[in-house]
């Protein structure tokens, strides 16, 4: 008996131990807005006991009722361990008295000579009339894009955080709901399309809850449904589409009891439809000349630049590697142009971005991955990267400019071939024969008169004839050929359908091993690419209108368009609602396939 109450005792005491070495913190749970005459509750709760609660003052509030204390506990024991969880409530009852926004300075808890804070409450008042409607039907914004209040019951607005805004500077479109009455749930949300803008989701957490939210002196519960990431691709005034919402409202069926109220009464969920007002905004072009060099970037960017290694064989690789990071429209950001010596043979980079689209739009970095095989012996130098963005805080554009490069690449090893490369051709080496002059033959032998001379042959001239028509055929050919890739519009207009058939090919692969996001990605840089080269369009300037432009002037049916718009649309929505199938995917892959190709034969 004695051994059982020492391991009670024992145990009590770890219980104690374990509660009292937790974090004590006092938090609170009270309304943000109420009405002039209101009753409403605050409650603060301590995760530990033993202590002196002191409440504030309540000078701005008229206190009804508290403190009202409760207790709650919880045990735990997971893999032998204990941890044991209280809970301590103090209610206070109060009641607005006057209009305002008022501050309720923080609870404190003491234990053990040690005080512990809540954070200050922050309470707005708002009249008890009938507030005034200053529209009807749908909502609007003032010029700050707030929220004016709506003589509607439930209502959805698209809300930005800027209306005006440089072409490719981004805007955060958040679509929120407000109600007063109960809503069970959301049916149907049908988003505009944003024509005119590259959009990505941001992360929005799932509509759980709703807020009490003052608008205009009416209280409404809010709630944020999407949010969005936008970057302008053209300049003027856009008008956003509204957003169209169903929505299932709590309304009550038959009347109340006269004895039990509304205890028994039943209720039913009523669908109703609720559209946001069109928004416009205004997209300034950026301002003065565009340098040549400029890359499409508009935000703040950084630029570094390195080699692997400052030594290298001949014939070997050595990898140069850029690295972009900042915040902006880092995803359309291209690659660098370099000047690279001539002896220097150059692949397409490999391209990757670690990018996270938030609040501040979009941030990360973005790397270009060169490799590079030196074909002669001797020391080579990069000049310096530039690259050239336009910054939206200054409104001015702004060039980054690496440090050069220089690395050595030295002869190969291999000594049976007997050979040196140098200048990209092979020389035999210098042999030493170990003597300079041979003796004279004395005897001169049998000389004999040829009558077999070639120069005396007819045939000789007209292998001559031959091979110098034949020379000037070359030549010709020759010049043809310089001047046809003198042309760097003709070229990347030749070249237009192979560059897209490799990028089709890598989204087969893609498609093949289930990578779903990074084959509509391919998808889309294939026709992007495709009719940037063909319709002779930066990528960075090319959007949906000016390309359907390009093609109807070319003289493209309207067909062949719709075709090319809807594999667009496809791509674009599959990307941010991966749910299609791979019978839709392979149907996507098949109409860029056949668009690229009539266009190839339509177009030149």
């Known amino acids: 008996m004695k051994f059982k109450k020492t391991i009670l005792c024992n145990f009590i005491v770890f219980l104690t131990v374990t509660a009292s070495g937790q974090d004590i913190s006092v938090t609170a749970d009270y309304p943000g807005t109420v ?4 009753q ?29 204390t409760s207790y709650s506990s919880s045990t735990q024991i997971i893999n032998g361990k204990i941890t044991r969880e209280t809970s301590y ?3 206070y009852y109060l009641q607005a008295v006057k ?27 708002i009249g008890s009339g009938t507030p005034q409607q200053n529209v009807t039907g749908a909502p609007k914004q003032d010029e700050k894009g707030q929220v004016q209040a709506s003589n509607d019951e439930i209502f959805v607005s698209l809300l930005l955080n800027r209306r005006e805004v440089f072409q490719g500077e981004h805007i955060v479109a958040t679509v929120k709901i407000y109600t007063r009455v ?8 049908k988003f505009p399309s944003f024509n005119g803008f590259l959009k990505a989701d941001l992360n929005t957490p799932p509509l759980t809850s709703l807020h009490r939210e003052n608008v205009n002196g009416v209280i409404y519960g809010t709630g944020v449904v999407q949010e969005f990431l936008l970057y302008p691709q053209i300049s003027g005034d856009i008008t956003i589409d509204p957003v169209q919402i169903s929505v299932l409202i709590r309304q009550k069926s038959g009347q109340n009891d006269p004895f039990f109220g509304d205890f028994f009464s039943t209720y039913t969920t009523v669908p109703k439809a609720v559209i946001s007002p069109a928004v416009k905004i205004k997209v300034k072009p950026l301002p003065g000349i565009k340098p040549d060099d400029f890359s499409g970037v508009v935000g703040k960017v950084d630029i570094k630049a390195s080699l692997n290694t400052d030594t290298v064989n001949v014939n070997d690789a050595i990898n140069l590697k850029i690295v972009l990071s900042g915040n902006g429209n880092l995803k359309l950001a291209n690659a660098p142009e370099i000047n690279f010596p001539p002896d220097i043979e150059i692949y397409d980079p490999r391209i990757s971005d670690e990018l996270k689209n938030g609040l501040n739009g979009t941030t990360g970095q973005k790397s270009f991955d060169y490799l590079l095989i030196p074909r002669h012996h001797g020391d080579f130098t990069i000049p310096s990267i530039t690259y ?17 490069f220089r690395f050595h690449a030295r ?5 049976n071939l007997g050979i040196t490369v140098f200048g990209g051709v092979s020389k035999e080496d210098v042999k030493y024969l170990g003597r300079d002059i041979r003796f004279i033959k004395p005897n001169p032998g049998n000389l004999k008169k040829n009558e077999n001379i070639l120069i005396l042959k007819r045939s000789f001239y007209s292998l001559y004839a031959f091979a110098f028509i034949a020379f000037l055929l070359v030549l010709f050919a020759r010049r043809e050929h310089v001047k046809r890739n003198s042309d760097l519009i003709a070229v990347r207009n030749r070249r237009a ?26 998808i889309l840089k294939a026709i992007w690419g495709y009719l940037s080269d063909k319709l002779n369009i930066p990528v960075a300037d090319l959007t949906r209108n000016n390309s359907v432009n390009s093609l109807k002037e070319k003289g493209v049916g309207e067909e062949k368009i719709n075709s090319l718009i809807t594999i667009l649309d496809k791509c674009e929505f599959a990307r941010f609602a991966p749910a299609s199938s791979d019978t839709e995917s392979a149907k996507i892959f098949n109409d860029a396939s056949k668009f690229i190709k009539s266009i190839e034969n339509s177009v030149n």
């Open 35 to 38: 009405r002039v005459g209101q």
């Open 40 to 68: 409403f509750t605050i409650a603060w709760k301590v995760n530990s006991g033993g202590g002196d609660f002191a409440a504030p003052s309540f000078e701005d509030f008229y206190r009804l009722m508290g403190p009202q």
């Open 89 to 91: 409530s103090y209610v």
């Open 99 to 125: 209009e305002g926004r008022f501050v309720i300075p923080p609870a404190t808890f003491t234990i053990k000579n040690k005080s512990y804070s809540s954070d200050s409450l922050y309470i707005e008042v």
């Open 182 to 189: 109960d809503i069970s749930g959301i049916n149907e949300i």
């Open 388 to 404: 050239t963005f336009f910054n939206n805080t200054s409104g001015k554009y702004e060039k980054l400019t690496t440090e050069p």
């Open 411 to 415: 002869k190969g090893s291999d000594q």
């Open 497 to 522: 359908s192979k560059v897209a058939g490799k990028r089709l090919k890598e989204a087969s692969r893609c498609l093949k091993s289930g990578m779903n996001d990074k084959f509509y990605e391919e």
